[in-house]
């Protein structure tokens, strides 16, 4: 397939809620001097945002892609990618808040270094662009990544006496640089340069790796789907470029402002305890990855994002209990809603099965 030079397709997707959508939209266009052309994924949102995207992509000129059900990330941005003909493909989510110059950068790590995925430094929080979220990050030893790269097991591979939190062909141990450091105190560290991984916040694809590696595992509903992306692609010949030039912040990192009533069916479907646990033992069975703390933690944490946006906020309306009738309240409140979080999902699944 041939491309035009620097052609280039952005596909904009639903991270967890839509508040943030039109504002990162307006964003996008008002910071993008680079010619692109949209893709915007529009995952089944409210009525207001629906009508607003509606009337956007006439006035902008982008294609709009409406789903009247819940997708996954990953299933939204193959829905996306679907509609890409470029040579690069940039994936962003719906709550992401962009410096001048973000997209340029990007393309020009690309052109002089080769690289097959570039992404954008990532910062959280207001006031944007202060706050490091992730600046590139590594899941293995230099060593044991060398070896991943080719595929050569890591762990040695024992009897059938083997227990199960030692066996598989790989330990991760996930590490994000620089996170939750002021990016003014760290910038004179962050540089261009090759990196184990980069999260989909704002990643740039050259398209060409799809036709090697095929579409975006939709085997991973909620999370790590960034570390599998970018492992297939190192293993795939590929090379992960972190640009610190390119600068974005999304606006839902935890502690996020409040969910809004139109936010909730999402948040609890994207969040749910079951897209969580499928998606994190299907990564470790994927990569024959060993069972360590790595995933024990993280699955003895699931649903800690509802807890904290829907739970807590509720709790605070009950400060003048004390703190033991607190502990009561809150056990009742996380059963209760761990059992409204099963019935949303179940519900969703019926919809999605029935058509």
């Avoid at 997209?103 to 097959?116: D, H, I, K, M």
Wanted: hydrophobic share 35%; proline share 4%.
């Amino acid at each position: 397939m041939s491309f035009a030079r620097h052609d280039l397709t952005i596909v904009v997707v639903p991270r967890e809620r839509f508040q943030f959508a039109q504002e990162s939209l307006e964003s996008l266009y008002e910071n993008t001097a680079y010619p692109f052309k949209l893709v915007y994924v529009d995952n089944n949102s409210p009525t207001q945002l629906q009508k607003y995207l509606q009337s956007a992509a006439e006035k902008y000129g982008f294609q709009l892609l409406r789903s009247e059900r819940f997708l996954s990330p990953n299933q939204a941005r193959n829905l996306g990618l679907s509609q890409v003909k470029s040579q690069y493909v940039v994936f962003v989510d719906n709550d992401i808040i962009f410096a001048p110059n973000w997209l340029q950068t990007l393309v020009s790590c690309a052109e002089e270094t080769g690289a097959t995925v570039v992404g954008s430094l990532v910062c959280q929080y207001r006031p944007v662009h202060t706050v490091v979220h992730c600046a590139g990050g590594d899941y293995m030893s230099p060593d044991d990544y060398a070896k991943f790269i080719k595929g050569e097991p890591t762990v040695t591979q024992t009897t059938e006496a083997q227990t199960a939190e030692n066996s598989g062909k790989w330990q991760i141990h996930e590490k994000t640089y620089f996170q939750n450091r002021g990016l003014a105190d760290v910038r004179d560290q962050l540089h261009r340069q090759p990196t184990g991984f980069v999260e989909f916040h704002s990643m740039l694809v050259r398209t060409e790796i799809f036709d090697q590696v095929g579409l975006l595992d939709e085997g991973f509903s909620c999370t790590k789907e960034y570390l599998d992306f970018c492992m297939t692609v190192v293993q795939a010949g590929g090379t992960v470029y972190l640009e610190p030039a390119s600068v974005v912040t999304f606006l839902t990192h935890p502690p996020a402002p409040a969910l809004q009533w139109a936010d909730l069916p999402y948040f609890m479907v994207r969040w749910s305890d079951s897209w969580e646990r499928d998606s994190l033992l299907h990564f470790q069975r994927k990569w024959h990855l060993v069972d360590n703390k790595y995933f024990q933690k993280r699955l003895k944490k699931l649903g800690w994002r509802r807890r904290e946006e829907m739970i807590q906020p509720l709790l605070e309306h009950f400060s003048f209990l004390n703190g033991t009738s607190r502990k009561w309240l809150e056990k009742r409140l996380v059963k209760l809603e761990k059992r409204l979080n099963h019935y949303v999902v179940q519900q969703h699944s019926r919809r999605v099965t029935s058509k």
